[in-house]
C-alpha cells in the first residue's frame, strides 16, 4: 500500500494503489476489515442523529397531551423538508472529495470543500428571509388539527434560526467521510447530540420554554457542532498547496458539475421526502393517536436508516476512491463488502424490533392512546429494515461514483410505486395499507438502483470519467 501525497492533510489514511499495481488476490480479509474500520465509527456516528429526533419525541411525549408529540412529529417533517431537502450538500460533497481523495488531488479537496460552505451558507441565508412562509405553508400541507399546528408551529420558528449552521454541518460531515476521517465525523456528531440533549432538558424543564425550548435546543447544538466543525477542517486542511485563486471557485466546468450533482440529489431527496409526508398526512387523517404513533414508529425506521446509512457512507467513500483511482477491482470489492455487511445489520435491526419493540415504544411515549395504537403497527416496523437494505446500501454507491442523474430517476420511479400502492390500499387498509405502501416504496428502491450497477461500473472506472 502507498501513502497518499502529504499534501492532502495530516494524518491521512492509505489507500491501495490503482488499477494494475494492487495485488488482487490478497485482499478479499483486508477489504472485510477495511469496510468494518470506515464503517463502525460511521455508524456509531449515524446513530448519533436519531438521538436528535428521539429526544425530542420523548420529551414531547412526556408532556401532557398528544398535540406536543404531534406537533414535534410534524415540525420534524418540516426540517426533514427544509434541511434534509438540502442534504444535497453532504452527499455531493462526500462523492467529490472521496473522488479527489483517490486521485490524491489536494487543490480538488480543498476547492469542493469551499465551493460547498460557501453554498450552505448562502441558502442558510435563503432560508432564514423565508423562513415564515416556508413554515406556515408547509404546515398546512401536512395537516393535522389546530393543536397539533400550533405547537408545530412553535416548534419550527425556534428551531429555523439553526439553517446556516445545520447546512454547514452537512457539508462538514461530508468532507470527513469523503476523506475518510471517520473518527472525526463521530467527534462532531457526539459533541452535537450531547450539547442537544443538555440544551433540551435545560430549555424544557428549567427555563420552561416547552415544544419551543425543543425547536431551540436542537438549533442550539447545530451552532455548536458547525463551530467545532470549522475547527476541525481548518486543522485537517489540505498542506503544501498554493495561495488559494479566488476565481479557481468559479471554474466553469466545476461549477456546472457541482449544480448537476446537488440539481440532481435535490430532486432524489426531495421525492424521497415527499413520500414521509405523504404518508403523514394520509396518517393525519386517521386522527392524533395514529399521527402519533406513526411518529414513534418512524423513530424505529430512522434509527435503522442511521444505522445502514453508516455502511452506505462507507461505500461513498470506498466507491468514490476507486472511482477516482480508476481501479473497477477495488469498485466491485467496495460494493459487494459493504452489502454484505449492511444486510447483516438490516437482520439485527428487525431482530431488535420484534423482541424489544414494545420496550422502545414504552421509552418514547408514556400515553396509553398512542402506545396501544403504535403496538397495532409494530409489525410492520420490524419488516422494512429487510425491505430497505438495498436501497439505502446502493444509494451510497451512486453517490460515490457521482451517478446522481440514475439516482434521482430511480427515487422518482420509487415514488411513482409508493403514491399507487398508498393510492389503491390506503382507503381499504387504513393505516395498514399505509405501512405497506411504505414498504413496497422501500422495495422499488432497491429494485430501481441494482438494476443499473454494471453500468454505472463501467461508466464510473473508465478512463476517461473524469
Known amino acids: 500500500m502507498t501513502p497518499l501525497s502529504r499534501t492532502i492533510g495530516p494524518n491521512t489514511l492509505q489507500t491501495p494503489p490503482p488499477n494494475d499495481s494492487t495485488d488482487h488476490t490478497a485482499l478479499p480479509v483486508h477489504w472485510h476489515k477495511r469496510v468494518l474500520t470506515l464503517a463502525f465509527p460511521i455508524v456509531l456516528a449515524n446513530l448519533t442523529q436519531p438521538i436528535l429526533g428521539a429526544v425530542d419525541t420523548a420529551v414531547a411525549g412526556h ?112 468532507y470527513l467521510l469523503g476523506c475518510q476521517r471517520v473518527r472525526l465525523a463521530l467527534v462532531t456528531q457526539i459533541v452535537i447530540n450531547l450539547v442537544n440533549i443538555v440544551a433540551v432538558l435545560l430549555f424544557v424543564y428549567r427555563f420552561g420554554w416547552g415544544i419551543a425550548g425543543i425547536g431551540a435546543a436542537t438549533a442550539f447544538a447545530d451552532f455548536c457542532g458547525f463551530v467545532l466543525g470549522l475547527a476541525i477542517l481548518w486543522h485537517q486542511r489540505p498542506r503544501g498547496l498554493g495561495p488559494l485563486a479566488p476565481r479557481s471557485l468559479l471554474d466553469a466546468r466545476a461549477l456546472r458539475r457541482l449544480v448537476a450533482i446537488n440539481r440532481d440529489i435535490f ?26 404513533a406513526n411518529a414513534v414508529l418512524l423513530n424505529f425506521q430512522t434509527f435503522m436508516a442511521f444505522g445502514l446509512d453508516g455502511f452506505a457512507h462507507a461505500a461513498e467513500a470506498l ?6 483511482a480508476r481501479d473497477r477491482y477495488a469498485f466491485r470489492q467496495a460494493v459487494k463488502i459493504t452489502m454484505f455487511w449492511s444486510a447483516i445489520g438490516a437482520a439485527g435491526f428487525s431482530i431488535v424490533y420484534w423482541i424489544g419493540g414494545e420496550w422502545i415504544i414504552g421509552g418514547l411515549t408514556d400515553q396509553a392512546v398512542v402506545h396501544a395504537t403504535a403496538m397495532r403497527y409494530l409489525p410492520w416496523a420490524a419488516i422494512l429494515p429487510l425491505a430497505s437494505v438495498a436501497g439505502f446500501l446502493l444509494d451510497g454507491v451512486f453517490i460515490g461514483a457521482t451517478r446522481t442523474h440514475e439516482l434521482m430517476k430511480a427515487m422518482a420511479v420509487s415514488l411513482a410505486v409508493f403514491l399507487l400502492a398508498a393510492w389503491a390500499l390506503a382507503g381499504s387498509l387504513g393505516n395498514h395499507g399505509l405501512w405497506l405502501a411504505l414498504t413496497l416504496f422501500m422495495v422499488a428502491r432497491g429494485v430501481t438502483l441494482a438494476v443499473q450497477v454494471p453500468a454505472i461500473e463501467r461508466a464510473a472506472c473508465a478512463p476517461d470519467a473524469r
Do not use: K
Not at 466507491?319 to 477516482?324: E, I, P, S
Open 63 to 174: 408532556l401532557d397531551g398528544p398535540q406536543y408529540l404531534g406537533g414535534v412529529a410534524l415540525g420534524g417533517l418540516v426540517f426533514s423538508f427544509v434541511f434534509w431537502g438540502f442534504g444535497f450538500l453532504r452527499m455531493g460533497t462526500t462523492g467529490l472529495v472521496a473522488q479527489a481523495f483517490g486521485a490524491r488531488d489536494g487543490g480538488a479537496l480543498r476547492a469542493s470543500l469551499l465551493r460547498a460552505l460557501l453554498l450552505a451558507l448562502a441558502i442558510g441565508a435563503a432560508v432564514l428571509a423565508l423562513q415564515v412562509p416556508i413554515i406556515r405553508y408547509a404546515l398546512v400541507a401536512l395537516g393535522g388539527s389546530a393543536a397539533v399546528q400550533d405547537t408545530a408551529s412553535a416548534y419550527c420558528h425556534a428551531r429555523i434560526w439553526a439553517a446556516p449552521f445545520a447546512l454547514g454541518n452537512y457539508v462538514v460531515l461530508g
Open 319 to 324: 466507491v468514490g476512491a476507486a472511482a477516482g
Open 267 to 292: 430532486i432524489r431527496t426531495i421525492c424521497l421526502l415527499g413520500s414521509y409526508g405523504w404518508f403523514a398526512h394520509l396518517g393525519a387523517r386517521e386522527g392524533d393517536a395514529v399521527l402519533a
